[in-house]
């Protein structure tokens, strides 16, 4: 695996640098300025600590790679991505999992990032531990920044213990009654006419839970419930718009998305914010996060 210094010499402190990761969201926030150069983070999981549900990864680890270690341990990371996508990548887009409303954001994921930089020096976000209060939090300022503030190369990430099951069920109930039936469904998305409800949990929890449902129309889907509500065939037969997420007002859409109106202040603070860690805009130049 690249250690830290690697990294660092790879990112260098004079030209324009972006790290790239599975490269499936690349041109997120703008395209790269002409000549940038594109550098990777080190691949490999380091460490993991089931019992204080940490696990220390470098930032070029496939997501699904470090997914599929912690099934192991039944535990898992709060984040989602598609089969490419690198744990750094994730945590630069900020994607949070469809399960969110269970499972938490990804911004909550990111106990300690061990970065470079724009002055081409390494330093150290956060702390690797769970409950760690001190100064800033820059960790949460990374994650949904696009590599524009500094370049991930290893990271500790929070674990959480794994569902020992999940089922989707289809129907056409209100969110309301959903919730008189179960304990923290982990995803309730509508598409204008279904509702669709994924709850979690213990076998004998879920019977319960499902039956309660089934009994007020509800019908049980066989798909896999990892699986994201965009994939064609896994929720809907033929998915032209996308889903509403009830519990978070997230929306999940292959169309790419209006652009979203930015009051002056956020794009002030966003600035003052880029010009204090980057201020020769050498991090991503191109990309903007908003
Ligand atoms: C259920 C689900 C939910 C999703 N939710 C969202 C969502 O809310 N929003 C969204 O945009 N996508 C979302 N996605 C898409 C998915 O999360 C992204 O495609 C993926 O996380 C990007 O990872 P990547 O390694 O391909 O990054 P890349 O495409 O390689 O890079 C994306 C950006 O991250 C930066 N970056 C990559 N690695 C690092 C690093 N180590 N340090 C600093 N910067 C770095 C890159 O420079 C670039 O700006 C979702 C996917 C699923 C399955």
Known sequence: MKTMDEFTEDVGDTSFVSVRGGGTRWGLGGSLTEGTNEVEAPKGVINFKPEEMIVRAGAGTKLSTLQNELNDLKQ?????????????????????????????????????????????EQFVAGGPTVKNVTGYDICRLLVSSLGTLALMGVVTLRTRPKPEMGVWLKGELLLEEILRCCYRPASVLHDGH??????????????????????????????????????????????????????????????????????????LLSDRIKNNFDPTGRLNPGRRPY
């Not at 996508?85 to 399960?99: D, N, W």
């Not at 979690?200 to 019977?207: A, C, I, S, T």
């Open 76 to 120: 898992e990371v709060a984040l989602a991505g598609f089969p490419d996508s690198t744990v750094g990548g994730s945590l630069a887009v900020g994607s949070s999992s469809h399960r969110r409303a269970r499972i938490g954001a990804a911004s909550d994921v990111l106990l300690q990032a061990d970065c470079v930089g724009a002055d081409g």
């Open 194 to 267: 279904n509702t669709f409800v994924l709850i979690e949990g213990y076998e004998k929890d879920l019977q319960k839970e499902s039956a309660s449902l089934e009994k007020l129309g509800m019908s049980v889907m066989e798909i896999d419930p990892i699986i994201p509500p965009l994939v064609k065939g896994a929720l809907q037969e033929n998915l032209d718009d996308g889903f509403l997420d009830l519990q978070t007002g997230a929306v999940y859409s292959n169309t790419p998305q209006e652009k979203v109106e930015i009051s002056e202040e956020v794009k």
